[in-house]
T-cell receptor
Framework: SQQGEEDPQALSIQEGENATMNCSYK?????LQWYRQNSGRGLVHLIL?????REKHSGRLRVTLDTSKKSSSLLITASRAADTASYFC??????????FGAGTQVVVTP | DGGITQSPKYLFRKEGQNVTLSCEQN?????MYWYRQDPGQGLRLIYY???????QKGDIAEGYSVSREKKESFPLTVTSAQKNPTAFYLC????????????FGNGTRLTVT
């Protein structure tokens, strides 16, 4: 069963625009992680946010976590064509076991 | 250059044949994982191993088998008992410390006809 559910399933934007995707989950977590996957490749880790953190930044990426609503968001600012990929959230329980969502497919057009 | 190597990138087999997917890591990570990814879906955990000579079933272990004889290697065998084996298979490793991310290989796409 999938713990994280991303929304939207697909997102199409133009270069320079911001892209926001959301992740909701059902049970308590130790941390939440965001990964990126280019077509036909493995996943690459982007950001890990712990359950006691509310916001984290990395370059053009901003992640928020609201444990009261059991939700997280990933914002990509000033998007580029190279940001075209699928983005997955994954929640880790206290044992470290990860559950992945189905992903958001982002297409950035020049 | 540390990382995870999965081979081959593409694999074709006839129905009824067992096939083994290779996964090797030189990151000195204790834990290794196998995931299955179907089109438009997330990753589902097949098997994982937290230490050499020990492994546990994940959520969809039926029809698969693994071994962990060496820290660096975690091969996955897709047996003929797996009813729908065509998928993208991803191997990952983890250093074993809390709040650390997974490191993934580039996957093996298996097609069974």
């Amino acid at each position: 069963s999938q713990q994280g559910e991303e929304d939207p399933q697909a997102l199409s934007i133009q270069e320079g625009e911001n892209a926001t995707m959301n992740c909701s989950y059902k049970t308590s977590i130790n941390n939440l992680q965001w990964y990126r996957q280019n077509s036909g490749r493995g996943l690459v880790h982007l950001i890990l946010i712990r359950s006691n953190e509310r916001e984290k930044h990395s370059g053009r990426l901003r992640v928020t976590l609201d444990t009261s609503k059991k939700s997280s968001s990933l914002l990509i600012t000033a998007s580029r064509a190279a940001d075209t990929a699928s983005y997955f959230c994954a929640t880790a329980d206290s044992w470290g076991k990860l559950q992945f969502g189905a992903g958001t497919q982002v297409v950035v057009t020049p | 250059d540390g990382g995870i190597t999965q081979s081959p990138k593409y694999l074709f087999r006839k129905e009824g044949q067992n096939v083994t997917l290779s996964c090797e890591q030189n990151l000195n990570h204790d834990a290794m994982y196998w995931y299955r990814q179907d089109p438009g879906q997330g990753l589902r955990l097949i098997y994982y191993s937290q230490i050499v000579n020990d492994f546990q079933k994940g959520d969809i272990a039926e029809g698969y088998s693994v071994s962990r004889e060496k820290k660096e290697s975690f091969p996955l065998t897709v047996t003929s008992a797996q009813k729908n084996p065509t998928a993208f298979y991803l191997c990952a490793s983890h250093p074993g410390t809390v709040n650390s991310p997974l490191h993934f290989g580039n996957g093996t796409r298996l097609t069974v006809t």
